[in-house]
């Protein structure tokens, strides 16, 4: 097992250096069915991972369960193995109002109201993703017609925090800061993408973020309007899969590193 990562059990060679994250295991082989080739190559805890490529170059799948400490976990593992370009897939829910379920948030920054990262950087440095991997992810939603926002999401700890502060004898001091994030212009909240965007830039790797909207609860109180978009990750995946091609089509051109072929 030495030559083996701890937690997401993989060794030299069983990851690519561009990575896929999500949270779900079961969404990975979905993912995965997009990459030429594709096989499972571990499992373990929530830890499932399949690697593949695109345009001939390795490409992995991994599941991280849900929140920022297990997606760092992820991360540092396969940046140990020489992944330098990942792109995380995931959920989030609404918090403007005129955000209808189903739209695509790409993460320009993140509110940093978790606790991972303050053992990486102080407060005061921003969450932010890498900027062509975002304009990799712009252009492949816009080329596929979806429907998508860019903008600042809340990153926290705590699933109940937010959807029942009530309960918690920290009450107000949750409720006061959804009451700031919203005047801010937040658009979404959820749970990985400053873990991931803070690591990233300590590691010198690059990394960014595309979610799925999948209820809004602000959009529910305004115009009572209780759609949901359900599980329906089809769109994320295809704009994550399409954006990571185009990085690596880039970089081919270019003769840039990281475009070892698959076998």
């Known amino acids: 097992m030495a030559d083996r990562q701890f937690h997401i059990n993989c060794a030299a060679g069983e990851i690519g250096k561009y990575v896929l994250l999500t949270g779900d295991p079961d969404r990975v082989p979905e993912i995965a069915a997009h990459l030429e080739h594709s096989r499972k190559v571990a499992q373990k805890r929530e830890f499932t991972t399949y690697t593949g490529a695109l ?14 400490p297990s997606a760092v976990i992820a991360m540092e593992e396969c940046v140990a193995l020489g992944a330098h370009t990942m792109i ?17 948030i790409l993460p320009t920054g993140a509110i940093r109201m978790e606790g991972t990262t303050r053992e990486y950087l102080p407060l ?26 860019t903008g600042v999401v809340q990153c926290k700890d705590s699933f109940y925090g ?19 994030w919203k005047e801010g212009g937040a658009l979404a909240s959820e749970m990985e993408s400053a873990a991931l965007f803070i ?16 209820w809004n609860q602000e959009r529910e109180q305004v115009v009572r309007d209780s759609a949901h978009a359900a599980d329906d990750m089809t769109n994320a995946i295809a704009v994550a899969v399409d954006a990571m091609r185009r990085q690596i089509l880039r970089e081919k051109k270019s003769g840039e590193k990281g475009n070892e072929s698959w076998r």
């Not at 995380?88 to 695509?104: D, S, V």
Request: aromatic share 4%.
């Open 199 to 214: 690591t990233a830039a300590v590691r010198h790797v690059r990394c960014a973020t595309v979610l799925q909207m999948i």
């Open 55 to 68: 345009e001939g170059v390795p490409v992995s799948v991994i599941s991280t369960g849900i929140g920022g």
């Open 124 to 149: 005061e440095f921003p969450a932010v993703p890498d900027f062509d991997l975002l304009c990799s992810l712009t252009a492949a939603a816009a080329e596929r017609g979806c429907r998508y926002r």
């Open 88 to 104: 995380r897939i995931g959920t989030c829910g609404g918090m403007q109002p005129e955000l209808i379920p189903g739209t695509l």
């Open 162 to 180: 937010q959807h029942s502060p009530q309960t918690m004898p920290v009450r107000q001091k949750l409720l006061d800061n959804w009451q700031a």
